[in-house]
């Protein structure tokens, strides 16, 4: 498998256009066809770390928690990352798996006036960063859905209800843009796996609301399945082809 | 169904009166389901959050902090409209003159997170509980009038009865709408009122025609309301179907409620807004935007609260959703797909409810779908018919059920004792299936006939062996028969040749474990002979079938 060009290929050259709109080009609407690159996994290693507890150990103990927190700050804000990879030409979502039956995205809460895009950053690097001092390069390329929890209980919806003026938690979902390779660190007391979008569509009594919807919510990206950087496409004139793959070799040297 | 199968419910603590549809999946957080199942605790819920006018504290910030040990008088307060705030409520007690408000506590939907219309308000004296008794019924919140009681169960059936009740009412009320000709009685007229101006709203532009002369009085009153879209018809072109609409559509028809409340009422204001909504309604419900509604249906087990103002106790609101109006444009577009509508009669048809009349019905899930008239007149046939009979699909499938179970152990009981030799019996066996099943209540069914036939022909080939010695070719013969009416059901139509190939199939493969391989010139002509008897009865079944 070696080069590859982009499996959701049209319009074709989509893939110009995200350089295009990096480079400051004005592009009419450059969220129509938004490009987001997935690596196998296996370019992926998975190392181990010390377990990352929850802060909260019991879920009256959790709510406890938020409703003394919304009383000092106010409404909970929370940010959990979708990485995703390709397996089998499928996109799969990284979870960390608790136990058995519970997952979750990486993520966590956010603290009072942080930005969410770094704060993001600082949890992914807590939950799943390495180990050895090296760079964790997150790039967190769009936002992909908001939930809120109206009271402080279990329920969450992707929209405030009418009736709520004051939702306890907002919680962001972003995408996160993994790097061609990399080395990550799962704690100990999580397994990392990766499930295929099929496995959460539809399945909400497995994931829960927030993860089985994520299908719907990724399916308006153009998802470009890559094994290497180049990709290569016979249809057009690969002078330029190798154009753009020096501009995409600079732009990564330089993330 | 991750998790240990518990379900948990938090809100078994009815002190706080939490009681929320004892819906508890722990679906959205599976946390739960790791730790334990808890209790939520106290709920000091503060409200106030830097409200500057709070009624309690000056201070902006939190209020009632988690640890107040003040006493704590509960009270429901009801008959809300869903989209009534905390806020609003919080306004409402401090125009009043409450000053010490703990907490208050929505009833909601778990499934979608609509409120139920009806809230806890706990309050920490008791003379602020008697100020809230007294002077909250007099002021109106977004039109309706709240209705307190104290805290105890039947209060709290009642509030949830009410909640509910748009539901099923709606749905005939939806069916009956859109039919346009079943107004069956004036609270039905509610929900569909939804439906009218949620099918109106696609039409926008042309809607403006017809409703108008619909209700213009009762059109009259709700103006005042003060939405500036619904002040008349012609406004309400501005909706542009779609999803725009649809935000809009709470309010609109939010409005149409609070307007004319008592007065407009019952049939007469079904009646105007009939015929005016056909039309529109005939025309392709041309931007049904929201195809995804359809299917939901089905996550909404619970339908929003339908605060069916028809009704029991409360004399005021229900009007005002009668009223609605088909003058009132602003309906959202409706949500359905019509191509949703025909696979789902079932299906369908229970939903609208929740849906449609959503806006109307405070109460309703207004997203949801709404039914294409056009298709309307095929879920009322079906929803209506089962139901008249008094007997319900739920117990006809019971009894039918039932009765094949009966057909099936009497058929192979008596196959089993015809082959040993015991054909008398086996054909009693035979014989009293066949009347129980023809007592039962379904036996003038299709498929409970089917079921008789294949116990009858059973009985027959037991019979005549029974007589003959030529066992194998009576056995074949039998086989002949099936196979023959196998292949003649096939021209039959669907289900009843299926099941009765399906019987036919299970007393054929009986047969043949007892068969004995017979010469087949024997029995030719006697397969002859029987063929032509078969192909008549065949003809009788089929008759009767049909």
Known sequence: ?255 | MAGDGVDIDLYDNLEEGFDQDNEFNAEDDLYNDVITAPSSGDNTEVQQQSEPNTPTKTTPSVTVPSGYTGRRISLYVGNLTWWTTDQDLIDGLAAIGVTDLVEIKFYENRANGQSKGFAVVVVGSDNSSRLIFEKLPKKEIHGQVPQISNCNRQALSQFEAQARKGEPPAQNGNTNKSSHQRNHSPPRTTPKQGFVNRQQRPSGPVVTGPPPTGPPPTGAPMMPVGMPPVSGPPPQVQFPPGFPPRTLGPPPPAVMMRGPPPPIRGPPPADPRGPPPRPEWDRPPGPAPYPPLGPPPGPQPVPPPGARPPGPGIPHQQPPMTIPPPGHPPAPAPHVNPAFFPPQHGGPPPTMPHAAPGHHDPYRAPPPVSYPSDHYSRPPTERVEPQSPALSEQEFEEIFQRNKTVSSSAISRAVQDASAGEFASAIETLVTAISLIKQSKIASDDRCKILISSLQDTLHGIEEKSYGSKSSSRRSRSRERDRERKERSRSHRSRSRDREREYRERSRERDRHYEAESGSSSSRSHRDRDRDRDREREREYSSRRH
């Open chain 1, 1 to 255: 498998m070696t080069t590859h060009s982009s499996r959701t290929g049209w319009p074709k050259g989509a893939n110009p256009m995200s350089y295009a709109a990096k480079y400051g080009i004005t592009n009419p609407s450059p969220t129509l066809d938004r490009p987001i690159n997935l690596y196998p996994l296996t370019n992926y290693t998975f190392g181990t770390k010390e377990p990352l507890y929850e802060k909260d150990s019991s879920v009256p103990a959790r709510f406890q928690r938020m409703r003394d927190e919304f009383e000092k700050i106010g409404m909970r804000r929370s940010v959990e990352g979708v990485l995703i990879v390709h397996e089998h030409g499928l996109p799969h979502v990284l979870l960390l798996q608790l136990g058995t039956t519970f997952f979750k995205l990486p993520g966590g809460e956010l603290n009072s006036r942080e930005d969410q895009v770094e704060g993001l950053k600082r949890l992914l690097t807590e939950t799943l960063g390495r180990q050895d001092g090296g760079t964790m390069e997150w790039v967190v390329e769009d936002t992909i859905g908001n939930w809120w929890r109206p009271n402080f209980e279990p329920p969450q919806y992707p929209y405030i209800p009418a009736h709520i003026t004051k939702p306890k938690e907002h919680k962001r979902l972003f995408l996160v843009q993994l790097p061609e390779k990399a080395l990550f660190a799962v704690p100990r007391n999580y397994k990392l796996v990766a499930a295929p979008l099929f496995e959460l569509y539809d399945n909400s009594a497995g994931y829960g609301p927030i993860i089985s919807s994520l299908p719907q919510a990724l399916s308006r990206y153009e998802l470009l399945f890559s094994s290497l950087v180049w990709r290569i496409d016979y249809s057009r004139p690969l002078s330029i082809q190798m154009l753009w793959f020096a501009v995409e070799i600079v732009q990564i040297s330089q993330r």
